[in-house]
């Protein structure tokens, strides 16, 4: 019968889909070899080094389960590994829920069962960008750098939770906004005492909640605009 001495990762969500690897020996590709989780299976393993096996786990409850390794589909290991199935992180929002695409927005988000695991990522897009936690269940991150257009935003213990097969259109979305250029403006100048209306042309004049499209004057504070298309914006100097 086979033997067992290790498995990797020794965790991943409840959904499924997890890649582990298995090491024991002795591992042959001459014999039908399996992973039996819990009481499913034996699932089929396939064979990456003469001590190292692959299986992708099985959806299951969130709970620790006994895994065991079989040839022929028949014989059994005599032990066991345990691996432990977790309830995967439900995001319920994501703040702010927009940013640039040359990355470095600050992200905080927040939902449910983050505090598995002692350093929690954030999954954006593809990418996964280690982060600490701020409270329970609370997270920040910093967004790399992504083309514009809408991504998925998650929580990940690592590489092995990704995003769940089918699942790919759920959780919370954040939307990479291309800068905004600013073209030319109306009237070109002002008094020094301030108080003109200016007319701002440019392009991705985007704005997507009150106030966050800024107008700066050089090194004054910024000032609100009021925008009027993705071309057009007023302010007041």
């Known amino acids: ?10 965790a991943a969500p409840a959904v499924g889909g997890a890649v582990v690897t298995i090491m024991g020996t002795p591992f042959s590709e001459d ?6 989780v819990g009481t499913i299976g034996p699932i089929l393993a396939m064979v990456i080094a003469p001590s190292e096996a692959a299986c992708i786990m099985p959806s299951h409850i969130p709970e620790f389960v006994p895994v065991f390794m079989s040839h022929n589909i028949r014989e059994l290991s005599e032990h ?6 977790r309830a995967p992180a439900v995001i319920d ?4 829920e927009q940013g640039l695409t040359g990355g470095g927005t600050l992200v905080t988000v927040t939902g449910a069962y983050f505090e598995q695991t ?9 990418e996964l960008i280690p982060t600490d936690g701020l409270a329970p269940n609370v ?3 910093s ?6 257009g809408f991504v998925q935003v998650g929580v990940a213990d690592g590489p092995e939770d990704g995003i769940p097969e089918g699942k790919e259109h759920e959780g919370a979305w954040f939307l990479y906004q291309v800068p905004a250029v600013t073209i030319a403006t109306n009237p070109p100048m002002g008094g020094p005492g301030g108080g003109a209306l200016v007319r701002v042309v440019g392009t991705e004049l985007i704005s997507f909640e009150p106030s966050s499209l800024l107008c700066h004057f050089g090194s004054s504070d910024p000032a609100s605009s009021q925008l009027l298309s993705s071309v057009l914006a007023v302010c007041e100097s």
């Open 31 to 36: 014999v039908p070899l399996g992973c039996r």
């Open 143 to 148: 967004t790399p750098p992504m083309p514009p």
């Open 1 to 10: 019968s086979p033997e067992v001495a290790g498995l990797n990762p020794v």
């Open 139 to 141: 997270i920040v991150c």
């Open 118 to 126: 002692d350093r929690p990522y954030c999954r954006i897009g593809a």
């Open 80 to 85: 066991a590994l345990t691996f432990q199935y």
């Open 93 to 96: 929002a994501v703040t702010p």
